[in-house]
């Protein structure tokens, strides 16, 4: 790991974020093959091939030249947690758990190159209203690799819910010469290799010349296996609102520049922050007016994740404010309307 310094790292943070975003978030649990049976993921892996700069950008590699590799291999199990107290229904989900490798690594302002070897653990629930709506999600990704380990946490209050219905997404593929072709969007083909086992390849987002055959940006495969039952699993992360506090400083720095997924408008002095439940003394806080003249709208690598057998998870932001508060090495920031909590992201 010689030669990456802790600033070039979190670019590879951005990377690691994007991975389990699109491989992770929002699975189907329960899905049925052409027998009958019930199936859940088992194992999520396969390679990206960063060939351009702006697949590099695309994952926030912007501190390294074209030509880093990404292998992922991470199995899967099925969850439910039955600890929410302010819950409806047990939220289901799923953990996963696996090696990342980023080989081919080559820094923009030194020589050589750089391979880097971690273990990722992922926890995502959502809690349903219904068979078709999801109400709540809490997502956590805990990225361990020695002194650069990073945990994130993220909450999103779903409101209105979001619909969650099966084959949603059908319409983003169409039948191609055997196999499933996206309609729009990045060029990706999808292919039932066996009878529990899905192949997805072709290209990244935002990318210039590909054709997913000649050049292949990613490939991944899930393999699927017997539904079995769910294990029982603590809710990952408990948010509690801070009051009574105003810190001298208000310069926030923990959280970089996540406030830009939302439309950002003037800093104002009406903080309305959330944290952690363990969160002891607050250094510094800000506070902005979120506009909803353009809402934002986060929809992360929604055609791969309907691909692998995955509906995606969204979120749009209307107005309100985003506060962040940093406590020594951690930052949390919260998206509230009306002084209710709706998104909420934390970082260690």
Not at 67 to 82: C, D, F, H, W
Not at 132 to 155: G, H, P, Q
Not at 250 to 255: A, D, E, I, P, Y
Not at 304 to 319: A, E, Q
Request: proline share 4%; net charge negative.
């Amino acid at each position: 790991m010689s030669g990456l310094s802790k600033k070039q790292f979190i670019s590879l943070e951005l990377l690691v974020c994007a991975l389990v975003i699109f491989s992770t978030i929002s699975l189907d649990y329960e899905k049925r093959n052409d027998d009958g049976d019930d199936v859940q993921i088992d194992r999520i892996q396969g390679e990206l091939s960063l060939l351009t700069s702006s697949t590099m950008k695309s994952l926030g590699l912007d501190d390294f030249r074209p030509g880093a590799i990404v292998q992922i291999n991470l199995s899967a199990e099925s969850i439910i947690a039955t600890d929410c107290a302010t819950c409806d229904t047990n939220p289901l989900g799923v953990r996963l758990n696996g090696k990342v490798i980023v080989s081919n690594l080559q820094p923009i302002s030194s020589g050589g190159t750089v391979r880097i070897e971690g273990v990722l653990n992922v926890t995502h629930l959502q809690e349903y209203d219904g068979p078709n709506f999801v109400v709540r999600e809490w997502l956590t990704i805990d990225w361990d690799l020695d002194e650069f380990s990073k945990t994130m946490n993220v909450f999103i209050e779903h409101q209105p819910a979001k619909w969650s219905v099966d084959h949603r997404y059908d319409a983003s593929l169409v039948a191609y010469d055997g196999m499933k072709k996206s309609r729009t969007g990045p060029v990706v083909y999808v292919e039932n290799l066996l009878q529990k086992s899905v192949n997805v390849y072709g290209c990244l987002p935002n990318t210039m010349n590909c054709d997913g055959v000649n050049r292949e940006e990613i490939n991944l495969s899930t393999t699927l296996k017997k539904s079995q039952q769910p294990t029982d699993v603590n809710i990952p992360t408990k948010w509690k609102k801070i009051d009574g506090i105003n810190p001298d400083s208000n310069h926030t720095k923990n959280l970089g520049n996540t406030k830009q997924l939302l439309e950002i408008v003037e800093p104002i002095e009406n903080h309305n922050p959330w944290c952690l439940s363990e969160t002891q003394n607050i250094d510094s806080m800000q506070s902005w007016n979120v506009s909803g003249e353009n809402p934002s709208s986060i929809h992360p690598m929604g055609l791969w994740l309907t691909s692998l057998g995955m509906p995606s998870s969204s979120f749009t932001s209307s107005y309100g404010v985003w506060t962040e508060v940093d406590s020594g090495d951690l930052g949390c920031g919260a998206y509230s309307k009306n002084g209710k909590l709706v998104l909420a992201i934390s970082q260690i």
